[in-house]
Every structure is written in C-alpha cells, then in structure tokens.
Nanobody
C-alpha cells in the first residue's frame, strides 16, 4: 500500500500563487505515477498535472504555463506550484498515486481563489 499526506492550500487572491505538497510512504517503489486532481463544485474530479515514471509529465490544458508539478525523490514528495490562480480554480485538490494497479488518494486540501 501507499500512504499520501498532503499539505499546503488555503486562501489566495486572484493572480496569486500557492504550492501544494504530497508526501508518499509505504510501497513507494511500486509507484508508476503521481499527480494532482481537483474537484470543483458541481464538476467531476479531473486531472490537473501528473508525473509518470520515469520522466513524463501531463498537464490539463488550462494550467499549462502556470502550474508546475515536480518531485523530490529524496523526500518522496511531489509538489504542485500554482501561479496566476483564477477564481474558477477554487476546488479541493487531491494527490493521487498509481501503484500495483491501484489508486491511492491523499486527504485533499481546499484551495480558494477569491478577493
């Protein structure tokens, strides 16, 4: 199994920045991908940015150039740097890992973009 612990998030003004963190533990060697998803009100949960081993990244079209997903292997942590945030990006953001054909989710963190 894989355990994920998220941190970061909160309230930010439009145009501002936030960084989310997701630390993994457990069967880390089995992880083939880690990424970030968001669940906005009255919308389905959707992928935002995903890291696929060994080096591929995928971004949702609307965040390209503003969001960056990265990892620190020494800390078993994945980050999501979010810049130029927009009010419509208010959502609960989840970290997800894929390992041994199973999905593991973090606890979620609320990001509110509002003035």
């Amino acid at each position: 199994q894989v355990q994920l612990v998220q941190s970061g998030g909160g309230l930010v003004q439009p145009g501002g920045s936030l960084r989310l963190s997701c630390s993994a533990s457990g069967r880390i060697v089995d992880i083939v991908s880690m990424g970030w998803y968001r669940h906005a009100p009255v919308q389905e949960r959707a992928a935002v940015a995903v890291l696929i081993r060994p080096v591929r990244t995928r971004y949702e079209a609307s965040v390209k150039g503003r969001f960056t997903v990265s990892r620190d292997n020494a800390k078993n942590t994945v980050y999501l740097q979010m810049n130029e945030l927009k009010p419509k990006e208010t959502a609960v953001y989840y970290c997800k890992s894929r390992a041994s054909d199973m999905d593991y989710w973090g606890n979620g963190t609320l990001v509110t973009v509002s003035s």
